[in-house]
C-alpha cells in the first residue's frame, strides 16, 4: 500500500480522488491548509465537510493553519490579476510548499492536490507549484495526476449529491469572488453563518 498526502481544498473536490485512491492501494492523509479562502465562515464550512467525509472514510485528516493575513500578504500587489494569472500561480506555490512540508515532516514521500481536480484552475500552474514544491523539500515527490479524467468529474457530482455536501460557487478567495452574480452572493451568505475557527 502506497501512502501519499492528498492537499484537499474541499469535500466535493476530494471525495472522487479520495475513493479512487482508496479503492486503488493508497493509503491516504489529507491535509487541508487553504489560507486563501475567504472568509472564516466559509473556510470553517469547507474544512468541516471534509472532516466529516475523512471520518466517514476513516481517513486521518491534518489541519493547516488559517492565516488570511498571511497569504494577502504573499499575493500582495496581485489583487487585480485576472483568474489563471500570477496571483493563482503564487498562490498554489504557498499551499503546495506547505503540503510538501508537511508530507516531509510526516515521511510521506508521496504528495499530490485536489487542486488539479479543478475545472476552474490551469493544470499547468498547479503542476509547476508542485514541482517547486518538491524541489524544496527532496525526500518528497508531487504527483502530478489529472484528477479530472478517468471519470471522476463525473463521479465528483455524484457524490457530492450522494453526501449532501456543501458545494461553494467560488474558488475561495476574495479575488475569485468577483465573477459571482448578486444571487451567488446572497445565497453564500444565507449558506455561511458565522461559525468558529
Known sequence: ???VLLHC???PCSSAILEWLLQNDFKPT?????PNIYS?????????????YAQQLQVRVIDGDYDHGQWRQAVRGLENQP?????CQVCFNYRL?????????EKIKLFTTTLASSRWKDIEQINRAGKAAEALYPDTQYWDKNWRKGGLQQRRNELL?????YNQLYCGCEFSMRRLTKE?????????KPQEL
Open 1 to 3: 500500500m502506497t501512502e
Open 9 to 11: 481544498c474541499c469535500a
Open 30 to 34: 489529507l491535509f487541508y491548509f487553504n
Open 40 to 52: 472564516d465562515s466559509e473556510y470553517i464550512i469547507r474544512k468541516n465537510e471534509l472532516k466529516r
Open 83 to 87: 483568474e489563471r494569472g500570477e496571483r
Open 97 to 105: 510548499a506547505e503540503a510538501a512540508r508537511i508530507a516531509s515532516k
Open 161 to 165: 449529491k450522494l453526501n449532501g455536501f
Open 184 to 192: 451567488d452572493c446572497e445565497l453564500i451568505l444565507k449558506q455561511t
